[in-house]
């Protein structure tokens, strides 16, 4: 309504009322442009918020510093389940496919179900273009389940959990292949461009070539930083990186440092193009760093326990920060908590879209919460069950309970970063590409000095503890007894405290029997040899034709050659029902 709200309206007594509506901001504007920046694997550590010195993030911080900094913000412990529970707003144990289970591996017949709406597809529906470049790793054995497939107007990216930094290559047993692909179709000819260099540029081309008044979802899906370790080879050596003795934390560093300077230049031509003011900006990680073992980048989530794949802190409170001009009440740390299923209600409502469009999904729309700073938020949520590695856990307030946790990644790990001192960080924040761009292009001071290390401080996770962190033996295991860990308090989850709050562990215990019920079992899939990159031009691309799900069960597992039967029957029995149909 108030899209096309000028100032002459205030003249006309017709328009009194919308006037004065708008001029109170009473109404939003035009819906906000979108724009999301999933880091992938970021450690809880490795930006500057949160109180590391280690490496420069000066534009992060200043998205934070300036609009909020969700400091209890719950994501998923690995990539799938995480990336899915952000586009659907379900919890991932609802959807079968094991999709609350291990990430999709290349050649794994099976992706989101096709019946499930996700994000980009919504807000379509209230006039967004949509935009996704970077990681999909939602599926992709037939085309159907590709981004174009899914409400995506455009796609640059990779369809696996990963790929290498230069040559945009994904290996899986014995079968590699290239996975870069631009829309439906393999994309080539890139001069071997550094992954996050060659995505930040899509996102300026995007962000130049948009047609202002229509709103714009962009989300920037980084391989950033995700393992193989491979370092920008034009960066300089920033001050601090330097100082990382460790040469494989240092390559990380300068992965990170490359990702920051993505949403510096992001930003720059946001506002460069007169969509800043009207945008809406959220960083995020997918989940927390795998420091170490398996695909291990070397991040760090001091001083939060555990790594990616773990139900600790260290794997499932991901960093995050919302940036926008229309959030009410801006620059604090919030202590609200969040879970990345709120994104899609969250988002779909700052637009102005009805809720009831959503139909019953477990994220519940934390818009008015976060941008005014008062009223109730939420008070629980699952942060998983996986009933194959037999862990689970969910958060009831200042508590959660954990089980089964096998003990391999959960101890503590990665750099403090907290001794380094030069050249002064508020400085080097004020200096940046965002926080510049905000003070030119929105007209307003930035938060000043004072405000940061204030906010530097609410940022930072303090544990009152003693551990030497790499001291397993004095680890309360969870694998044994449950766990109860008063997050509030211990932070660093050291004191198992289920004998202390009996009545709360029960009651977290019958919310997880709950959710237990609701589960959709994993079935075992197998990687499906037809899908060898060997038989497509040496590209990762859809395999199998028809729209069909493929399950494959323990007793089609014995025979390998089963999965080419189904195959043969789905097409068949698929030609049946168009026929039909
Ligand atoms: C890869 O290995 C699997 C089993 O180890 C085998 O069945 C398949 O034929 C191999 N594929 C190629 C292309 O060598
Ligand atoms: C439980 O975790 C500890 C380490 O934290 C490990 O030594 C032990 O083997 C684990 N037990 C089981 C049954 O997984
Ligand atoms: C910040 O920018 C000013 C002006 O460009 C420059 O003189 C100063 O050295 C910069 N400070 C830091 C810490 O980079
Ligand atoms: C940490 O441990 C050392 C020696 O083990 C002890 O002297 C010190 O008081 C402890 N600090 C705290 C905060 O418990
Ligand atoms: C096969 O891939 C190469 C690059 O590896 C590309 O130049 C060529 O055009 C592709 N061929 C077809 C038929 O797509």
Same mark, same amino acid.
């Given at each position: 309504?108030?899209?096309?709200? %000028?100032?002459?309206m205030c003249t006309?007594?017709?328009?009194?009322?919308?006037c004065?509506?708008? *001029?109170?901001?009473?109404?939003?504007?035009?819906?906000?442009?979108?724009?999301v920046?999933?880091a992938?694997?970021?450690?809880?550590?490795?930006?500057?918020?949160?109180?590391?010195?280690?490496?420069? %993030?000066?534009?992060?911080?200043?998205?934070?510093y300036?609009?909020?900094?969700?400091?209890?913000?719950?994501?998923?412990?690995?990539?799938?389940?995480s990336?899915?529970?952000?586009?659907?707003g379900l919890?991932?144990?609802?959807?079968?496919m094991?999709?609350?289970?291990?990430g999709i591996?290349?050649?794994e017949?099976?992706?989101?179900?096709l019946?499930?709406k996700?994000?980009?597809e919504?807000?379509?529906?209230?006039?967004y273009?949509? =935009?996704?470049?970077?990681?999909?790793?939602?599926?992709?054995?037939?085309?159907?389940?590709?981004?174009?497939?899914?409400?995506?107007?455009?796609?640059l990216?990779?369809?696996?959990?990963?790929?290498?930094?230069?040559?945009?290559?994904?290996?899986?047993?014995?079968?590699?292949?290239y996975?870069?692909?631009?829309?439906?179709?393999p994309?080539?000819?890139?001069?071997?461009?550094?992954a996050?260099?060659?995505?930040?540029?899509? *996102?300026?081309?995007?962000?130049?070539?948009?047609?202002?008044?229509?709103?714009?979802?962009?989300?920037l899906?980084?391989?950033?930083?995700?393992?193989?370790?491979?370092?920008?080879?034009d960066?300089?050596n920033?001050?601090?990186?330097?100082?990382?003795?460790?040469?494989?934390?240092? =390559?990380?560093?300068?992965?990170?440092?490359?990702?920051?300077?993505?949403?510096?230049?992001?930003?720059?031509?946001l506002g460069e193009?007169?969509?800043?003011?009207?945008s809406?900006i959220?960083?995020?990680?997918?989940? #927390?760093a795998?420091?170490?073992?398996r695909?291990?980048?070397y991040?760090?989530?001091?001083?939060?326990?555990?790594?990616?794949?773990?139900?600790?802190?260290?794997?499932?409170? #991901?960093?995050?920060?919302?940036?926008?001009?229309?959030?009410?009440?801006a620059a604090?740390?919030?202590?609200?908590?969040?879970h990345?299923?709120?994104?899609?209600? %969250?988002l779909?409502?700052a637009?102005g879209?009805?809720?009831k469009d959503?139909?019953?999904?477990?994220?519940?729309d934390?818009w008015?919460?976060?941008?005014?700073?008062?009223?109730?938020g939420?008070?629980?949520?699952?942060?998983?069950?996986?009933?194959?590695?037999?862990?689970?856990g969910?958060?009831?307030?200042?508590?959660?309970?954990?089980?089964?946790?096998?003990?391999?990644?959960?101890?503590y790990?990665?750099?403090s970063?907290?001794t380094?001192e030069?050249?002064?960080?508020?400085?080097?924040?004020?200096?940046?590409?965002?926080?510049?761009?905000?003070?030119?292009?929105?007209?307003?001071?930035?938060?000043?000095?004072?405000?940061?290390?204030?906010l530097?401080?609410?940022?930072t996770?303090q @544990?009152?503890?003693?551990?030497?962190?790499?001291?397993?033996?004095?680890?309360?295991?969870?694998?044994?007894?449950e766990?109860?860990f008063?997050?509030?308090?211990?932070? @660093?989850?050291?004191?198992?405290?289920?004998?202390?709050?009996?009545?709360?562990? =029960?009651?977290?215990?019958?919310y997880?029997?709950?959710? #237990?019920?609701?589960?959709e079992?994993?079935m075992?899939?197998?990687?499906?040899?037809?899908?060898d990159?060997?038989?497509?031009?040496?590209?990762?691309e859809p395999?199998?034709?028809?729209?069909?799900v493929?399950?494959?069960?323990n007793?089609?597992?014995?025979l390998?050659?089963?999965?080419?039967?189904?195959h043969?029957?789905?097409?068949?029995?698929?030609?049946?029902?168009?026929?039909?149909?």
């Amino acid at each position: 309504m108030c899209r096309f709200f %000028t100032i002459w309206m205030c003249t006309s007594l017709l328009h009194l009322i919308l006037c004065i509506v708008c *001029a109170f901001g009473l109404y939003e504007t035009a819906p906000p442009h979108i724009i999301v920046f999933m880091a992938d694997d970021l450690g809880w550590n490795d930006v500057g918020f949160h109180g590391s010195n280690q490496i420069p %993030t000066p534009n992060i911080d200043a998205l934070g510093y300036n609009g909020i900094i969700l400091n209890r913000h719950y994501v998923l412990p690995s990539s799938t389940p995480s990336r899915i529970a952000f586009f659907t707003g379900l919890y991932p144990i609802r959807l079968g496919m094991r999709m609350q289970g291990e990430g999709i591996r290349g050649g794994e017949p099976r992706g989101l179900p096709l019946n499930i709406k996700i994000l980009p597809e919504y807000l379509r529906g209230l006039g967004y273009t949509t =935009k996704l470049i970077g990681k999909w790793h939602m599926g992709y054995h037939t085309p159907q389940y590709t981004p174009l497939h899914r409400g995506f107007d455009t796609f640059l990216g990779f369809y696996n959990s990963h790929i290498s930094y230069y040559d945009y290559r994904y290996s899986n047993k014995n079968m590699s292949g290239y996975d870069m692909h631009r829309g439906d179709d393999p994309a080539h000819g890139f001069n071997r461009e550094y992954a996050t260099d060659l995505f930040t540029d899509e *996102a300026i081309r995007i962000i130049e070539n948009h047609e202002v008044p229509r709103p714009l979802y962009l989300q920037l899906s980084h391989l950033a930083v995700h393992g193989p370790l491979e370092q920008p080879i034009d960066e300089y050596n920033d001050r601090e990186t330097i100082q990382i003795r460790e040469p494989n934390r240092r =390559k990380y560093a300068k992965m990170v440092s490359k990702l920051d300077k993505s949403v510096g230049a992001i930003v720059h031509a946001l506002g460069e193009k007169g969509m800043l003011r009207d945008s809406l900006i959220l960083f995020l990680t997918d989940n #927390g760093a795998p420091s170490i073992g398996r695909c291990g980048n070397y991040g760090s989530n001091y001083p939060l326990r555990g790594t990616k794949y773990t139900l600790h802190e260290g794997g499932v409170r #991901g960093v995050a920060a919302l940036w926008s001009s229309r959030l009410q009440k801006a620059a604090r740390v919030s202590n609200e908590l969040v879970h990345i299923t709120d994104w899609l209600p %969250t988002l779909y409502s700052a637009a102005g879209g009805d809720l009831k469009d959503l139909g019953e999904i477990d994220g519940i729309d934390q818009w008015r919460v976060l941008s005014e700073g008062y009223g109730r938020g939420r008070e629980k949520l699952l942060l998983n069950i996986n009933e194959v590695s037999k862990t689970e856990g969910a958060i009831y307030s200042r508590f959660k309970l954990l089980r089964g946790e096998n003990g391999f990644y959960d101890g503590y790990y990665g750099d403090s970063g907290r001794t380094l001192e030069t050249p002064p960080y508020t400085e080097v924040v004020l200096n940046s590409t965002v926080s510049q761009s905000i003070t030119y292009h929105l007209g307003g001071p930035v938060t000043q000095p004072s405000t940061m290390l204030q906010l530097r401080r609410d940022g930072t996770v303090q @544990c009152d503890t003693n551990l030497t962190y790499s001291d397993k033996r004095l680890l309360t295991s969870c694998n044994v007894t449950e766990c109860l860990f008063d997050i509030v308090n211990d932070p @660093c989850e050291t004191k198992n405290v289920a004998e202390v709050y009996v009545r709360i562990a =029960k009651d977290l215990d019958r919310y997880l029997e709950y959710y #237990g019920h609701i589960l959709e079992r994993q079935m075992i899939t197998r990687v499906d040899w037809f899908a060898d990159p060997r038989m497509r031009n040496d590209t990762w691309e859809p395999w199998i034709n028809s729209g069909a799900v493929i399950y494959v069960s323990n007793a089609a597992d014995m025979l390998g050659n089963l999965i080419y039967y189904i195959h043969i029957s789905i097409i068949f029995v698929s030609i049946l029902l168009n026929n039909y149909i």
